[in-house]
Nanobody, 112 residues
Framework: QVQLVESGGGLVQAGGSLRLSCAAS??????MGWYRQAPGKQRELVAV???????TYADSVKGRFTISRDNAKNTVSLQMSSLKPEDTAVYYC????????WGQGTQVTVSS
């Protein structure tokens, strides 16, 4: 059974930094990453990374966010810097191993 446990998130001022982490268990995941959903908006891709370390980022976060993973520990992290109020959302850990699994979500709030 797949389990995803997220940590990190919180409240930060614009320009600040936060780090999100997700510990996964129950499978070997080809893709791991993060999506986010702001109030009234659809869930959107933030960043994903495959087992080889190839990354994909949303244009809106390129140059500010960095995704990384530890295959041995089955963890994925998202270092977020230069945060903007528009980054405010619930962030969801995403893992893919034939099926998609989602974390419970963690709130990130960026104040102006």
């Amino acid at each position: 059974q797949v389990q995803l446990v997220e940590s990190g998130g919180g409240l930060v001022q614009a320009g600040g930094s936060l780090r999100l982490s997700c510990a996964a268990s129950g499978s070997i995941f080809s893709l791991m990453g993060w999506y986010r959903q702001a109030p009234g908006k659809q869930r959107e891709l933030v960043a994903v990374i495959n087992r080889s370390g190839t990354t994909t980022y949303a244009d809106s976060v390129k140059g500010r966010f960095t995704i990384s993973r530890d295959n041995a520990k089955n963890t994925v992290s998202l270092q977020m810097s230069s945060l903007k109020p528009e980054d405010t959302a619930v962030y969801y850990c995403y893992c893919y191993a034939g099926d998609i699994s989602w974390g419970q979500g963690t709130q990130v709030t960026v104040s102006s």
